[in-house]
């Protein structure tokens, strides 16, 4: 794929240039993807393992397929030379950039580079960026396609598998069926399990390309997907490609510091968004059917809601992801301040309520319209919505700029 049709610009900016052709994207056609492992195969690996590790092999089935539609995909992670770039160009420092719950996580944290950032053991320009978060991955991603003016952005569990494994349902490797330490940067390099210790140069392990072309999809790090964890089969359209869900995230691909157990394309490892450790790094999707990442609107939508099961909370999200809208949730049965809020407006902890915020605050830019606080179903008061019916919902998100008529 020429860099002409991937930015489909008559004159693209020098840095959007470089950062298109170090990231070289490689085209996955549309296919039918076989997702996750036999039963039987599972049985083997929890029989080797141990049966403690039955749910770790188990979220992997039932195997299932689905349909991928073209994209494309960087032939390796993001490396800490094109990280820099976007630390360079004020990353850390833009809101526009972030998911409205992560920015409120840079601005709480301080943090201003990825975790191991300068640490000698990981500061190779050529190796795999490393210590980031769900939502570092998600801003570096939208800084791409802010500066590309494509839709690049963290590919789906589905995307990924698809280009990992390509059209044989019995590989559990890019590469093939059985298991080769030499092609790939795992934990253990040999049968006597010596660790290779670190992260590799890109590039480093040609032989373990995947069917169409990518490399290093095992090994090195653990790569971020958009999708939040959930059991399968995998469903694409039941909310889990929800980029602003405050859920726990998959990860595939294994990682330079384990071995056969977790190097392997049917892997579904999941962490919450802010979670960064030596393993944690990510590679871009290109085009697809998802969505691109959406501009940060001049508001933060804050849905206060609960962890625990909302019918209405659940309807409201699924509009919400349907008409690609960042919102924030808080939930009151996780942080005491959030109920005590809901108990000071309204005397009660009705969820979801919607709250139009200023960037990374809890209170509404503006005092709530009065109202009978003992029946708010449906209830627009003006900067607080509450248990929305999806036509109230969509006239208030118009109003206050998150949506377009």
Sequence with gaps: MSLQEILGMTAP???????????????VPEGTATLGMEQSVAERFIKAYGAMWSEFFGRETPQHTVHVPAFALSRYAVTNALYAQFMAAGGYDDPSLWTPEGWAWRVRTRRTQPRYWGDPRFSGDDLPVNGVSWFEAMAFARWASQLTGENIRLPTEAEWEWAARGDNPKSLYPWGTLWDATKLNSGYSDAKHT????????????????????????GQVFEWTNTHFAPYPYDGQDGREDRYAPER????????????????????YHYPPFYADTTTGFR???????????????????VYGRATFCPDL?????????????????????????????DAWLGSRTVPTLVVAEWGALDPIAPPAEANLKALRNTDRGTMLHEPEEATLRAFLIRHGFLSE
Excluded: C
């Excluded at 900016?13 to 085209?27: M, N």
């Excluded at 871009?284 to 804050?302: H, N, S, W």
């Design 249 to 268: 995230r998959v990860l595939r691909g294994g990682n330079w510091s384990d071995g056969k157990y977790m190097n392997r394309v049917t892997l579904r």
């Design 195 to 218: 660790s290779r210790g670190g992260l590799a140069p890109v590039g480093s392990y040609p032989e373990g390309d995947a069917p169409f072309g990518h490399g290093e999809m095992l």
């Design 13 to 27: 900016s020098a840095l959007a240039q470089s950062l298109v052709t170090a990231l070289t994207f490689l085209p």
């Design 284 to 302: 871009l999707a290109l085009g697809g059917a998802q969505p691109a990442i959406a501009p940060r609107p001049a508001y933060d939508l804050v």
């Design 314 to 342: 659940i309807d409201t999200r699924r509009w919400l992801h349907a008409w690609n809208v960042p919102y924030r949730q808080v939930n009151q049965d996780l942080d005491e301040e959030i109920a005590w809020r809901l």
